[in-house]
């Protein structure tokens, strides 16, 4: 069965960098589909932040304008999510996401607070 | 960006009832549109894609409709396991975008 399962800090300081991984497990990271990233803020909003695909290319919402960065370990079957620059307002429940149109499996989320 | 609309915010019914669920995209998204059902403190879960094909092991009393603007997600029979929160998605064009949920509570 596929499996994703997020993993990082749960408290980062603003202006520092939130790093997060999402390790899959039950499928490939580059037989197909894209791999996302998505978060949920404070009161339910769902904000998509961007893929990696298969092949390895990138998409990013354009709202994150150059903070954001998605990467992977083909090796470990992981894929990593990278937001500089963080805000109190990056709060959130960060979830990571297989597919390319809608979503089909998605991690438990991992919550991130940004605080001094 | 485009920008989904659900509606109502809050929809109270009672077990048995047969619900209906709006979202509105601000243009015309064909049938990129997909449903997700997120329960407290779990994750979303894929309910309907392309606004009415049904998902494996999703039980058959959801269903959805609709294309271009407007869409639908009924519930023909409510039960109990059925209440949380309800998110359209639209993947027509980039962004993604989702809209700000229905809330199904029990009445």
């Known amino acids: 069965d596929v499996q994703l399962q997020e993993s990082g800090p749960g408290l980062v300081k603003p202006s520092q960098s939130l790093s997060l991984t999402c390790t899959v497990t039950g499928y490939s990271i580059t037989s197909d589909y894209a791999w996302n990233w998505i978060r949920q803020f404070p009161g339910n909003k769902l904000e998509w932040m961007g893929y990696i695909s298969y092949s390895g290319s990138t998409s990013y919402n354009p709202s994150l304008k150059s903070r954001i960065s998605i990467t992977r370990d083909t090796s470990k079957n992981q894929f990593f999510l990278q937001l500089n620059s963080v805000t109190t307002e990056d709060t959130a429940t960060y979830y990571c996401?297989?597919?390319?149109?809608?979503?089909?499996?998605w991690g438990q989320g991992t919550s991130v607070t940004v605080s001094s | 960006d485009i920008v989904l609309t659900q509606s109502p915010a809050t929809l109270s019914v009672t077990p048995g009832d047969r619900v209906s669920l709006s979202c509105r995209a601000s243009?015309?998204?064909?049938?990129?549109l997909h449903w997700y059902q997120q329960k407290s403190h779990e994750s979303p879960r894929l309910l309907i894609k392309y606004a009415s094909q049904s998902i494996s092991g999703i039980p058959s009393r959801f269903s959805g409709s609709g294309s271009g603007t407007d869409f639908t997600l009924s519930i023909n029979s409510v039960e109990t396991e059925d209440f949380g929160m309800y998110f359209c998605?639209?993947?027509?064009?980039?962004?993604?975008?989702f809209g700000g949920g229905t809330k199904l509570e029990i009445k």
């Open positions: 998605q639209q993947s027509n064009s980039w962004p993604y975008t």
């Open positions: 243009q015309s998204i064909s049938n990129y």
């Open positions: 996401a297989r597919g390319l149109f809608s979503m089909d499996y």
